[in-house]
């Protein structure tokens, strides 16, 4: 299934995309007399039960013309909202994909180079994001992103992907100058908008082997990035696995699995233009749809 969070009212309503538009689930819910999860946290913290509740709350909605007349929006109409929306933790893999560490005369890691990102970085796709007054180098990063839907403790490499709930896009904007002004990279990766997540949060049986995807960003209609999530050093499985060796993963936790060749900071310095006021950045990964974002200045 295909997740999405929209504007309602000035709050956000849970939906799913399907071929005819998004089911709004609250008016589902309400018109059919069932009871499921109107949450995108408590869909991944009851799992699969409650995903099957919502198959079987919109298989009602598509079979019957009346209800898809009230429960069925054109999603040309609505207002998205991050996917994910209270991230307990946002986790990233910096290096992670070798063509990416290779343009930055970066070593291979031996190990994932681990960083985190704060809640004040999600945004949604079409939002507006600022560029800091405090840096005039924000590059685009496309990645794929991890959301955990159960809880992983010491799991597996084998496991791993069982505690999957499913995978989304990000744009994990980096402002390069604040990045590496010291050794930590916080800074430089924890500005406000700088995660945005979407539009979509599609489980994990429809995505499939998540190390075999398609990737790209777009700058103006441009493409600067190209790659397939195959090129990943540490795999999503070991990531997961990795991770959870050293702290509790649990639902609706993110990981951020690295970014592909083709950033600004790779190119030679002659040739390094960082984003813009005005600038649109799309990034699209395989079966996750298109996430685009406009920067403007702060």
Not at 77 to 105: D, M, Q, S
Not at 239 to 251: A, E, K, N, R
Not at 276 to 283: H, L, N, P
């Amino acid at each position: 299934m295909k997740f999405l969070n929209f504007q309602n009212n000035n709050e956000l309503a849970l939906g799913v995309k399907v071929d005819a538009g998004i089911v709004d689930l609250a008016k589902a819910s309400e018109l059919t007399g069932q009871v499921i999860a109107l949450d995108i946290h408590e869909v991944m913290e009851n799992g699969q039960c409650a995903v099957s509740r919502i198959h079987d709350v919109v298989e009602s909605v598509l079979a019957d013309a009346t209800l898809r007349e009230a429960c069925v929006l054109d999603e040309e109409t609505i207002t998205y909202g991050p996917c994910v929306t209270r991230p307990n933790k946002i986790i990233c893999v910096g290096l992670n994909y070798r063509k990416h560490a290779e343009e930055t005369n970066a070593p291979i890691p031996e190990y994932p180079i681990l960083f985190n990102k704060f809640n004040n970085t999600i945004s949604a796709p079409n939002q507006d994001i600022p560029l800091p007054k405090v840096s005039t180098k924000v590059d685009y990063e496309a990645e794929l992103v991890i959301v955990i839907g159960k809880t992983a403790k010491y799991v597996a490499q084998e496991d791993a992907l069982s505690h999957v709930f499913g995978y989304c896009n990000v744009n994990d904007l980096s402002a390069r100058d604040l990045q590496l002004r010291t050794h930590q990279w916080l800074l430089g990766k924890s500005c406000d908008g700088f995660s945005p997540l979407g539009p979509y949060l599609v489980t994990a049986d429809e995505v499939g082997n998540p190390n075999d995807l398609t990737i790209s960003c777009t700058v103006n209609g441009e493409v600067r990035q190209s790659s397939n999530t195959s090129d990943m050093i540490f795999h999503c499985d070991y990531i997961v696995s990795y991770i959870s060796q050293h702290m509790t993963l649990v639902p609706g936790d993110i990981i951020l699995t690295g970014t592909p060749e083709g950033v600004v900071l790779g190119l030679p310095p002659e040739k390094q233009v960082y984003l813009q006021d005005g600038d649109m950045v799309t990034i699209e990964i395989e079966k996750l749809g298109s996430l685009t974002n406009r920067m403007v200045k702060e």
